[in-house]
């Protein structure tokens, strides 16, 4: 067995859950629990019923999320996973296996070669196109002329516990991905990417809303350069 954790994140995810349930790999993990931001829709007694641990977080947001699940888990590594439809279940053993091979961080990329992303055949792939502009800043600016990391913000990934410990994460909500994977950048890591197919929401709402969601990217870029300005003073 893995040792390493299965991490589920949701928030009012019941319909994904119960169509994606069956594909998760739950035997393969030393550690299989939820980190959940409140659900109200079912997604707490579905957990319930299957014996899986569920955490509630104390404050809302995905970066919150990603901190209580490494103060929570035992485990040496940590998948992170959530089950709207989004993310492929065939691709979790595959980051793990990442990590084993001595990957630093795991992103399955919805860019590049082999790659799917939910835009892809839309005429305009707005968010598409913002998501690979900030890719290529966050390459720009943090990447030391290392290795292209395609797909910087996806949530689908992995790490050790204890580097998102040391990596010291501020962000509360969504933009956690593209800090962690800007701090990974500035300390040279080694960052796998395994091409992943995204698929379509399931049930329920997203929670991520496009414009306010792509301004709190900025912001991180905005801080995380900051940082690097003080630390080089
Ligand atoms: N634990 C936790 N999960 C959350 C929170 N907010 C959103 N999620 C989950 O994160 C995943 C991605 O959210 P979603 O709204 O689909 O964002 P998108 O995939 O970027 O459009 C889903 O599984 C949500 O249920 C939160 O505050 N806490
Ligand atoms: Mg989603």
Redesign the pocket.
Known sequence: MRNSALVL?????IE?LEALWSRLPIGEFAEVFA???GSTDGTLEFFAARGIPAVI?PI???G??FRVAAEASHAERLVFF???G?EDPDDIVRLDDLLIGGADLAIARRFGPGAVNEEDGEVLRLRARVNDTLSRVANGLFGNGGPRVYDTIN?FRALRRSALLELATTVKR?PIEYQITIRALQRGWTIGEVPTKEGA?IGGE???ASWP?GMDHLKVLATELANVRMLAR
Request: aromatic share 4%; proline share 4%; net charge positive.
């Open positions: 994140l949701t928030l009012n995810e994904g980190v959940d931001g977080q809302r947001g995905r919150v999320a959530s089950p709207d989004n949530g969504f929401r997203r929670k991520a969601v």
